[in-house]
């Protein structure tokens, strides 16, 4: 039985556990003396602190030896054999056994805090770079998941970020660097750092898109793992703009996969009609860029995704079928939405990822009861 979980149990809990091995070595110390002279139960108590080290502490657990130790010397002294060469024998090899455990032990919870600073560090470099946006902003209602395909990471190669432009309009970005894990990081962040600063200060979604090229493509061989990963580097994107006027958005689309529009159980696919490549092949220019505008309505919902999602398989080797299954979902909300998105996925794929996921949901707030709203369209 695996009892390393154990490890992550609260103080109390863990202390009212110590009750186990206190019992298994009374048990064996009866069992000791009762025993004939020629039965030797006694190396058996080393049991006790082997079982404390698997949910307790280096401190509990040299608690639990010591008993184990002071309990050979009781029945050695019981037996009428303190002095002879089986019974020094036993006490010597119940010290050892029961000092390397506490060593071990204590290793372990060296290497657990070692661990937890790690993922507090790395729980911080996600906020600091990821920054998820608020619930609410302007007329949006916004949700996100991200998961990686690296259990180890908290971070990988998708991005996204929401940022609002003045006080009339908000820029969204979702993104995915070529590759996955923590070699991605530093180029996911060239490409939020640029988006960021440009989404204030770029009057139109082209000069916005080509400032990020710019920034990715100067960048690019500084913050990619050029070493490890010498192939071409670059970064899919889907950039929008949402003013907060109800009836139009506009997007660019980088090479990304096309978003999801929901409205009143109905699915759209927001396929441009002349996308540009992705970030950090230099071919992008603000006049060659074209700017898609759709219909975007009080009560829509955007769906932006990276391929993660959709190249997500079950163990039969099927894809994910994003937009038949997000048709199925109820009208809750953004948050309510991924939720059901993200336990649907894990069902699918029966809980094994092969690249990073990351999910973005946009709900404009719906309008009062009353409100006439436009037909959905994309030119």
């Excluded at 696919?269 to 074209?290: F, T």
Aim: with cysteine; glycine share 10%.
């Amino acid at each position: 039985m695996d009892l390393r979980w154990m490890g992550d149990l609260p103080g109390r809990t863990a202390g009212r556990l110590l009750v186990l091995p206190a019992v298994l070595i009374i048990a064996i110390t009866t069992a000791a003396i009762v025993s004939p002279s020629d039965v030797h139960l006694s190396p058996l108590l080393v049991i006790a602190p082997a079982l404390a080290a698997s949910f307790a502490g280096p401190g509990r657990t040299a608690v639990i030896g010591a008993a184990a130790v002071g309990a050979q010397a009781l029945i050695a002294a019981l037996n009428g054999g303190v002095g002879s060469a089986n019974h020094v024998w036993q006490f010597i090899a119940v010290v050892v056994l029961s000092a390397l455990v506490i060593f071990f032990c204590y290793l372990r919870e060296a290497h657990s805090r070692q661990l937890s600073r790690v993922r507090i560090v790395a729980e911080t470099a996600q906020r600091v770079l990821l920054r998820p946006p608020p619930a609410q902003l302007g007329p949006l209602r916004v949700a996100w998941r991200y998961q990686t395909a690296d259990t180890d990471a908290q971070l990988g190669g998708d991005l996204f970020a929401v940022v609002r432009n003045g006080g009339n309009r908000s820029r969204v970005v979702i993104g995915d660097v070529r590759g996955k894990g923590l070699a991605a990081i530093g180029e996911a962040a060239v490409v939020l750092g640029a988006f960021r600063e440009g989404a204030r200060h770029c009057e139109t979604l082209p000069q916005l898109v080509r400032a990020m090229e710019e920034s990715v493509s100067a960048d690019s061989e500084e913050a990619g793992d050029t070493q490890q990963d010498p192939g071409e580097h670059f970064v899919t994107a889907l950039v929008l703009d949402l003013p907060d006027r109800a009836g139009q958005g506009a997007m660019i689309n980088c090479g990304h996969p096309p978003p999801l529009l929901l409205r009143d159980g109905r699915v759209t696919l927001l396929e441009s009609s002349d996308p540009a490549p992705p970030l950090g092949l230099g071919r992008l220019s603000a006049a060659g860029l074209h700017r898609d505008t759709f219909t975007f309505t009080d009560g829509d919902t955007l769906l932006l995704y990276t391929d993660g999602v959709i190249e997500a398989r079950s163990p039969q080797g099927a894809f994910y079928p994003l937009a038949e299954r997000a048709a199925t979902f109820p009208a809750a909300g953004p948050e309510d939405l991924l939720r059901r998105l993200v336990h649907d996925i894990t069902l699918h794929t029966g809980g094994r990822l092969t690249d990073d996921v990351a999910v973005l949901a946009v709900e404009r707030a719906p309008a009062p009861a009353g409100t006439v709203t436009a037909h959905p369209r994309l030119t």
